[in-house]
């Protein structure tokens, strides 16, 4: 059998369904009907041969070969439309300024080297830099204080759009140094149960928590709660007085070094995904070129 050809509005439609999991939010934002959407969506079924998603008078969720199509087609789709709009503006010309945050030392790194190659092309537009601290991590992009923002993936939030992922790291399990498990190769998630985590704050969406603070083990262990911080630099703060330990990325490892806190691997823990985000309703043309920049700076195809 040969390969499906899919059109652009089918891809657009799907994709956006995909994510808003509603016919009328998704028409809205497409500026379409939602017997168009609704049409679209049949006619692509059609041409697949299976359903895409499963309806019902209550919610709309993606099948099985849903969810695979939406993973295959969705970080292409956006670098098309990255690189398309990249493109288009170099002939244009970019202007005006862009605000850009950053999360951790090593977006905050990307996010500076990025910066550079984003000047070189685009003389004309101005761009800063600026730290978000995790306990307000979505709120200067809802403000509009930053325009685009270097983050953790997932994100769930129909008011904003996920670009593609820039780089992943495994996870390591910060503690003090004089900690049993700093003695140890590695630790898994059933670890968790043997000692204090420190939370990041409530203000953070639980999609965005879940990687860090799990409720449970695997084998069912209750994890037992440390306090909260508000910044990276009190997590490590709080781990090194022996207050608790605390899942992070490992790219930490050589940014944050201290000495009275060890970084062990967790053999068994979730891969962290980092990438741009952005307010679906302010998407510019910076924006693109500027995510463009950042794969082209990590050497991305």
Not at 180 to 190: C, D, H, L, Q, T
């Amino acid at each position: 059998m040969g390969a499906v050809a899919l059109e652009r509005n089918e891809i657009e439609t799907f994709l956006t369904l995909a994510q808003e999991l509603h016919f009328g939010r998704t028409a809205d934002r497409l500026l379409v009907s939602r017997a168009h959407v609704t049409q679209t969506i049949q006619k692509l079924e059609r041409r697949v041969g299976v359903p895409l998603f499963e309806r019902s008078t209550r919610q709309v969720r993606l099948t099985p070969i849903g969810v695979q199509l939406r993973d295959g087609l969705a970080p292409a789709y956006a670098q098309i439309q990255s690189t398309l709009t990249t493109v288009i503006e170099a002939a244009r010309g970019i202007t005006g300024s862009l605000t850009v945050g950053f999360l951790t030392a090593a977006t905050g790194q990307l996010a500076l080297r990025t910066a550079e190659v984003f000047r070189e092309r685009h003389p004309d537009c101005a761009v800063e830099i600026q730290e978000v601290q995790i306990g307000a991590v979505l709120d200067p992009l809802r403000e509009g204080r930053v325009d685009v923002m270097l983050s953790c993936f997932p994100v769930q939030d129909a008011e904003l759009t996920q670009g593609p992922v820039l780089f992943s790291e495994p996870t390591v399990l910060a503690v003090p140094a004089r900690h049993p498990f700093a003695r140890r190769a590695s630790v898994s998630i059933e670890d968790l149960a043997r000692d204090k985590v420190i939370q990041v704050p409530a203000s953070i969406p639980e999609y965005l928590r879940a990687a860090r603070h799990l409720h449970t083990t695997p084998a069912g262990r209750e994890i037992p709660v440390g306090a909260v911080a508000g910044t990276f630099q009190e997590v490590l703060t709080l781990v090194g007085a022996g207050k608790g330990v605390f899942p992070c990325g490992a790219k930490g490892v050589r940014y944050y070094s201290r000495p009275d806190v060890t970084y062990v691997p967790i053999h068994d823990g979730p891969v962290l995904e980092w990438g741009p985000i952005w307010r679906t309703s302010a998407a510019t043309t910076r924006i693109a070129a500027f995510v463009r920049a950042a794969l082209d700076t990590l050497g991305h195809d």
